[in-house]
């Protein structure tokens, strides 16, 4: 367990930590970076500090200082702490925000370290964008080939369809952690009418996909957790309890993660994640 939290940063991770925090620190580099406990302590207790550096940097030069699963973990426990002295979380219509006083039950849930590195992770992985194509057999003696990415919900449902089971673990979590991300990091896209409030013209396109209501979201995310819950690869991989908790709690996980998106990605979301865009 130790080996994997150490794994978890890299070394200028570890640099841009100390720098932050405390300069004189950099003697002793090698000793904290082989201490998880330290390590975690430190970007906890001054996660302010690390945000508030993170904020006066380019995202260029975030990008080439930390690793993306640093960038978010530190955003998610700064997120944490700011909520606690929040009294309501907010949600969205079309026309209107919402004050919601499920604050404390929003904070219980991102108190959790493994739901917290789980988010953190999550939305590392949509920094970029993988594309595979499979043989797929359609009958005897014939197979055919599928050409999928990741960001798209109508490949990945399709692969779900078409794969045995045993191979589906990893596009179930994808399905759901699509959805999550969508209704945490850009809810401005995801209304009843799926038009602009004000115009009615219609939004741009979302992962090349069509636009979809945020129940519709929230009933496939919590959905394909469950399935991936309930898959042998998870307790392979130490993830039922996660999954699980994502699949009961979809709406209080999204709460932090519209947090992160209005108060520090706000002007940062496209040039974080190019691939969410389509033309």
């Given at each position: 367990m130790?080996?994997?939290?150490?794994?978890?940063?890299?070394?200028?991770?570890?640099?841009?930590?100390?720098?932050?925090?405390?300069?004189?620190?950099m003697?002793?580099?090698?000793?904290?970076?082989n201490?998880?406990?330290?390590?975690?302590?430190?970007?906890?207790?001054?996660?302010?500090?690390?945000?508030?550096?993170?904020?006066?940097?380019?995202?260029?030069?975030?990008?080439?200082?930390?690793?993306?699963?640093?960038?978010?973990?530190?955003?998610l426990?700064?997120?944490?702490?700011?909520?606690?002295?929040?009294?309501?979380?907010?949600?969205?219509?079309?026309?209107?925000?919402?004050?919601?006083?499920?604050?404390?039950?929003?904070?219980?849930?991102?108190?959790?370290?493994?739901?917290?590195?789980?988010?953190?992770?999550?939305?590392?992985?949509?920094?970029?964008?993988?594309?595979?194509a499979?043989?797929?057999?359609?009958?005897?003696?014939?197979?055919?080939?599928?050409?999928?990415?990741?960001?798209?919900?109508?490949?990945?449902e399709?692969?779900?369809?078409?794969?045995?089971?045993?191979?589906?673990?990893?596009?179930?979590?994808?399905?759901?952690?699509?959805?999550?991300?969508?209704?945490?990091?850009?809810?401005?896209?995801?209304?009843?009418?799926?038009?602009y409030?004000?115009?009615?013209?219609?939004?741009?396109?979302?992962?090349g996909?069509l636009?979809?209501?945020?129940?519709?979201?929230?009933?496939?995310?919590?959905?394909f957790?469950r399935?991936?819950s309930?898959?042998?690869?998870?307790?392979?991989?130490?993830?039922?309890?996660?999954?699980?908790?994502?699949?009961?709690?979809?709406?209080?996980?999204k709460?932090?993660?519209?947090?992160?998106?209005?108060?520090?990605?706000?002007?940062?979301?496209?040039?974080?994640?190019?691939?969410?865009?389509?033309?």
């Open positions: 130790k080996g994997a939290q150490i794994a978890r940063f890299s070394d200028k991770d570890i640099l841009f930590l100390l720098e932050t925090v405390d300069s004189s620190l003697s002793k580099v090698d000793i904290i970076k201490d998880p406990a330290i390590v975690e302590g430190m970007m906890e207790y001054e996660a302010g500090k690390l945000v508030r550096r993170i904020m006066l940097e380019s995202e260029e030069k975030i990008m080439a200082s930390v690793t993306p699963q640093f960038l978010f973990e530190v955003l426990r700064n997120t944490r702490k700011e909520l606690e002295s929040r009294a309501y979380t907010i949600e969205r219509t079309a026309t209107q925000k919402i004050p919601v006083f499920d604050i404390k039950d929003v904070i219980r849930f991102l108190s959790d370290n493994t739901i917290l590195k789980y988010m953190a992770d999550m939305l590392s992985s949509f920094t970029r964008i993988e594309s595979f499979l043989p797929i057999r359609v009958k005897r003696g014939v197979w055919r080939k599928i050409r999928f990415n990741d960001m798209d919900f109508n490949s990945l399709k692969l779900c369809q078409v794969v045995p089971e045993e191979h589906r673990f990893s596009f179930y979590k994808r399905i759901a952690d699509l959805c999550l991300f969508v209704v945490g990091i850009f809810p401005e896209y995801v209304t009843v009418d799926y038009d409030a004000v115009s009615g013209g219609v939004k741009p396109r979302l992962f996909n636009r979809r209501s945020a129940e519709e979201y929230e009933e496939k995310g919590r959905r957790y399935l991936a309930e898959h042998r690869d998870a307790a392979i991989l130490d993830l039922v309890e996660p999954l699980q908790q994502l699949h009961q709690c979809f709406n209080l996980a709460k932090p993660l519209n947090y992160v998106s209005e108060r520090y990605l706000r002007l940062r979301k496209q040039r974080l994640f190019p691939s969410s865009w389509s033309s």
